[in-house]
Structure formats: C-alpha cells, structure tokens
C-alpha cells in the first residue's frame, strides 16, 4: 500500500501529464493562419461558401476540431494535420528559451569573428566593368543598327 503524501504526489503528477495533453486546436489554427499570413475571410474562401469570417472566429475559440474538419483546415492553410493537432505554445517557448543565451554576447563575438572573404573594391571595379562592356555593346548595337538604316534609305 501506497503511503498517503506519495498518493498525493502521483496525483499531482497525473494532473500535471493531463494538463500537458490539453492542446487548444483552435488556437493553434489561429497561430498557423497569423504566421502564415492569411485573413480569417481568405481562410474561409479556401474553405468554401458555407464558410465566412465569424465561423472562422468561432472554430477557433473551439478546444478540439473534428478530424475531417480538421484536414481540411489543414490544406487550406498548406501544413500537416498533425502539426494543429500537437502544436504546445509552452512546449515551443520552452526549447527557444533553452537554446537561446545572451543574445548580446553571441552577437559582438560573431561580430568579431567575421571575417570578409572578397574585397568589395574589387567587386565594385567588376560591376563597373561589366557596365562598360554592356554600354560598348549596345553602343555597337545602335552602330549597326544606324549602318542598316542608311544602306536602307539608299537603296530606295
């Protein structure tokens, strides 16, 4: 038999797991529509006639969607199902935290370790010169396109 503060304990711990499995979908095709640009009404369009912008507002204010509804969500905004389905706000906020450090350290040591490996004099003087040889020949271009049209206005 399981003493009393351990009971507790794992209860807590179930609680804990079954609040970790709660994923608004709703939200999470709120979340994809905004990053990937797209309007409640051009989500609706892609949806169909029988879809406007207020029952787009309503799905997603909704926990869970039903699956079929739910694909079909999910090509219209181009992602997988099971990205909507498992998307965790907290879980993804977590990792960026966790990976993240010191933004202002990492940035003057990367500042400090570039190193540029072209001159930009040189391309300059390249670009130049690409636009002297392209101007030499639309010069000679018009060169002989003058040349054709005398011989032209001769011969009549």
């Known amino acids: 038999m399981i003493p009393a503060p351990q ?26 529509r905004e990053m990937l640009g797209i309007k409640q009404e051009a989500l609706a369009f892609e949806l169909g006639d029988d879809w406007s912008q207020k029952k787009i507002s309503l799905l997603e204010a909704r926990e869970t969607i039903e699956p079929d509804l739910l694909e079909q969500i999910a090509r219209a905004l181009k992602v997988p199902k099971e990205a909507i389905e498992n998307f965790d706000e907290k879980k993804a906020i977590n990792i960026i935290s966790n990976t993240f450090h010191d933004f202002k350290d990492n940035a003057i040591a990367s500042a400090m370790n570039y190193q540029c490996n072209f001159n930009p004099l040189e391309k300059l003087i390249e670009a130049m010169e690409e636009n002297k040889q392209l101007y030499e020949r639309l010069l000679q271009a018009e060169r002989e396109k003058n040349e054709l049209l005398q011989r032209m206005v001769g011969m009549q």
């Open 7 to 32: 009971i507790l304990y794992l209860g807590c711990i179930n609680a804990i797991s079954m609040q970790d499995k709660t994923i608004h979908q709703g939200r999470n095709v709120k979340r994809f």
